[in-house]
């Protein structure tokens, strides 16, 4: 039988490591594009877009990832589509993660008090003028933490996608530990591993809170 | 001809009926205080006049362009007059200078340079050309006002609102603010104000109205409203028996 050094363990978890780190940042931009889509139909003046936007983030929000994940990938292939467990781990981590992006931004441009948009309309400024130059660069100052914070929930989320067998770093813990029969070694190691990724997440938008002094903005 | 003309405008929220049927006429370079309680209708009549609230009947006409509530003649009718809030509403993230500069480029397209130099000249009149470049957070209550009067005056309005615009300032910052609306009123400016500065009211405005559930309840020269109120309500609210 084969030994396996704790070397040996570590690679393998490391070389896997990649592939939740570039499943991340997939979902993180993807969901970041589609969510900002989705802010501006939910935000917008028609009506019936902005409940349609609303039933679409309520939706998201209100089933589990891991569902969302089972129906990108076996609900496809009832229709005949073969879909390849990346795809649908893309697909469904970037329509979840936009849902939720949506909302937190939603938040964000909302806590705009009322008087940026009526002192800019007094001026003459459209919709998009006002948005443009008054109400989103006061609400991306705001976005900012809560934004980078979510991102951790992100990484934590790309965990859920080893079910489809897309091989991460989760998926990885689990071959590693079949192999090597050392499951507490293989998963505190995993563990860490996303630890180390996310620690620095919420770590940085602890100081982004503290440095663009969101909380203490008396205005 | 009147500059600003108001008839018999209506508006509800709800149930609640704010204005029951207001007509008031404003002539060019008249300074108009509104006075009463408050619930009286007051400030929504101004925010009638800016098209920041609809009305649900009569007309507003300023300078002959007709009050309608699509984008195009809200966009008219806002570079004809000019609007002051309580909360000042200055944009946080740009300069004294930016927030005097920003429509002109944007609404009006105006160059850079020549926005920057308008600017100045606005921020000059006001009194506070030394603080371009400071952030609404590093000015006092009575200075972010004044950028915000600056502010209006560089879109070259033919009329300003003032709603309560000293009512969120420290007792020592009223002055300064009144004496820029002072100076304006004596250019010729056409003002309406909403105010509860009753000296103010007396010494400079043209004209008083005195609104009280939501009708205009008296009108008159500030020594005639202020020395003889015709009415009960109105002697009550000006705390003379």
Redesign the interface.
């Known amino acids: 039988m084969t030994q396996f050094t704790f070397w040996d363990i570590l690679r393998n978890l490391l070389l896997a490591a990649r592939w939740t780190v570039l499943l991340s940042l997939v979902s993180f931009t993807g969901g970041g594009i589609v969510g900002a889509a989705l802010l501006f139909l939910r935000i917008g003046s028609r009506r019936g877009i902005r409940l349609l936007s609303r039933g679409y983030i309520q939706l998201f929000q209100g089933t589990p990832l891991l569902m969302q994940l089972f129906l990108a990938f076996f609900g496809l292939g009832l229709f005949g589509i073969d879909v390849p467990a990346w795809l649908a781990a893309c697909v469904a981590l970037i329509l979840w993660t936009a849902a939720f992006l949506a909302e937190i931004w939603r938040g964000c441009v909302e806590s705009i008090?009322k008087?940026?948009w009526?002192?800019?309309?007094?001026?003459?400024?459209?919709?998009l003028?006002q948005m443009r130059?008054?109400i989103l660069?006061?609400a991306l100052?705001v976005a900012v933490p809560p934004t980078v914070g979510f991102s951790v929930q992100v990484v934590k989320g790309t965990a859920l996608t080893s079910i489809i067998g897309f091989v991460e770093l989760s998926k990885a813990g689990s071959i590693v530990t079949n192999a090597t029969f050392q499951p507490f070694t293989v998963y505190g190691l995993v563990a860490l591993i996303y630890f180390a990724l996310c620690w620095p997440l919420s770590k940085s938008s602890q100081l982004l809170e503290r440095k663009l002094n969101v909380a203490h903005?008396?205005? | 001809m009147s500059l600003i003309a108001i008839t018999e405008v209506k508006k509800r929220f709800g149930d609640n009926e704010v204005l029951k049927g207001i007509s008031i006429d404003v002539a060019s370079g008249e300074v108009v205080a509104i006075i009463g309680k408050s619930g009286s209708g007051k400030s929504t009549l101004l925010r009638c006049i800016?098209?920041?609230e609809t009305i649900d009947e009569g007309s507003i006409v300023v300078a002959g362009a007709q009050f309608l509530s699509d984008?195009a003649h809200?966009?008219a009718l806002?570079?004809k007059v000019?609007?002051i809030?309580q909360?000042f509403?200055?944009?946080?993230?740009l300069t004294a200078g930016g927030n005097v500069m920003?429509?002109q480029m944007?609404?009006k397209k105006t160059p850079k340079t020549d926005a920057e130099a308008v600017a100045r000249k606005m921020l000059d009149r006001v009194g506070l050309a030394h603080k371009f470049d400071a952030l609404?957070?590093e000015l006092s209550g009575g200075q972010q006002q004044r950028v915000?009067i600056a502010?209006?005056l560089a879109?070259q309005p033919i009329a300003l609102l003032c709603d309560e615009i000293t009512s969120a300032l420290d007792p020592e910052l009223v002055a300064e603010v009144l004496a820029v609306v002072k100076e304006l009123a004596a250019e010729g400016m056409t003002l309406v104000m909403v105010t509860h500065e009753m000296r103010f009211a007396r010494d400079v405005c043209s004209r008083v109205v005195f609104m009280h559930q939501g009708r205009v309840h008296e009108i008159g020269a500030p020594e005639e409203v202020f020395a003889n109120p015709r009415t009960p309500e109105l002697r009550q609210f000006l705390g003379v028996q």
């Open positions: 008090a008087g940026q009526e002192a800019s309309a007094s001026l003459g400024m459209g919709y003028q130059y008054v660069p006061q100052k903005r008396n205005h | 800016n098209g920041l984008e809200l966009k806002r570079l000019g609007m809030f909360q509403n200055l944009f946080p993230h920003l429509s944007v609404v609404p957070d915000a502010r209006a879109m």
